[in-house]
């Protein structure tokens, strides 16, 4: 059975194509009770260039072409830099 779903997910993956991305990130570290926030907005700016600045495929896309999305990560702990949290995409 694990073979069987292996192979459709290989073959699956065949026909996927990737696109480049327009994406908003927001963190919410409030659950933390963390009071330097900082390290967080520093976490979203950069979560946000990688994610647009990334070449994900071999293909020129136009600004318009694009995919727009959105991740709202929620931490809802942090302790010695372990994070535990959510993403919503």
């Known amino acids: 059975m694990n073979r069987l779903l292996l192979v459709i997910v290989f073959i699956v993956s065949l026909g996927v ?3 480049e991305f327009n994406a908003t990130v927001a963190v919410n ?4 009770g963390n009071p330097n926030l900082q390290v ?3 976490l979203e700016r950069s979560l ?3 994610i647009n600045n990334s070449k994900w495929t071999s293909v020129d896309y136009r600004t318009e072409e694009r995919i727009n999305c959105s991740f709202f990560i ?3 702990s942090y ?3 372990v994070f535990s ?3 919503q995409v």
């Not at 570290?29 to 933390?32: I, L, M, P, R, S």
Request: avoid cysteine; charged fraction near 25%; hydrophobic fraction near 30%.
């Open 17 to 19: 194509n990737a696109q």
């Open 29 to 32: 570290a409030e659950q933390t």
């Open 40 to 42: 967080f907005k520093t």
């Open 48 to 50: 946000t260039e990688f």
């Open 74 to 76: 929620t931490i809802s």
């Open 79 to 81: 302790d010695n830099d």
């Open 85 to 87: 949290a959510t993403v």
